[in-house]
Nanobody
Framework: QVQLLESGGGLVQVGGSLNLSCVVT??????????MAWFRQAPGREREFVAT????????YYGDSVRGRTTISRDDPRNAVLLQMDGLKLEDTAVYYC????????????????????WGQGIQVTVSS
């Protein structure tokens, strides 16, 4: 079955950088055919959209709270999607989730969690002062 495995989380200081990776396994077709996304959820809060990238890599969308300091990218030879976030703030502390849709070649990547059927187990990112 399709599995998403996140890595790269941990403890980071305010102002530091974060690099997350999500590797997708179990697809019948290459992951380059699918939009990908990152979401996050802080304690006591709803899941929040972070970033998404189109299957062709030419379109990316970012959440308001991370735009300008975050980059989502693809590493298709590894069937992976990457997330880099700079200028970390205390409020970036959350569990970060990688997400993927069932359908390939969707015309636009979605910012809505309901459009993603596959999810990783999540990885903790803690920003400390």
């Amino acid at each position: 079955q399709v599995q998403l495995l996140e890595s790269g989380g941990g403890l980071v200081q305010v102002g530091g950088s974060l690099n997350l990776s999500c590797v997708v396994t179990g697809r019948t077709y290459p992951n380059k055919n699918y939009n990908m996304a990152w979401f996050r959820q802080a304690p006591g809060r709803e899941r929040e959209f972070v970033a998404t990238i189109a299957w062709h890599g030419k379109v990316q969308y970012y959440g308001d709270s991370v735009r300008g300091r975050t980059t989502i990218s693809r590493d298709d030879p590894r069937n992976a999607v990457l997330l880099q976030m700079d200028g970390l703030k205390l409020e970036d502390t959350a569990v970060y989730y990688c997400a993927a849709p069932v359908a390939a070649f969707r015309p636009a990547p979605s910012t809505d969690a309901r459009d993603y059927e596959y999810w990783g187990q999540g990885i903790q990112v803690t920003v400390s002062s």
